[in-house]
């Protein structure tokens, strides 16, 4: 279930650099990555802030 108020959360995690929209393995197991179902959202929320 994904919860709206989260989307910015994240967004704002990944627009930090704190966290990564996607694992890319290269930081072990203690990296920091967007749960599952919110990546596509994320995603569009932070293409949709560049666009703005």
């Given at each position: 279930m994904?919860?709206?108020?989260?989307i910015p959360v994240y967004g704002?995690?990944?627009k930090?650099?704190?966290?990564?929209?996607?694992?890319?393995?290269?930081?072990?197991?203690?990296e920091k990555v967007v749960p599952e179902e919110y990546r596509l959202p994320v995603a569009e929320y932070l293409a949709a802030q560049e666009a703005a």
């Open positions: 994904i919860k709206q108020y989260m704002l995690l990944v930090s650099g704190g966290w990564a929209i996607e694992p890319t393995g290269t930081t072990g197991a203690g």
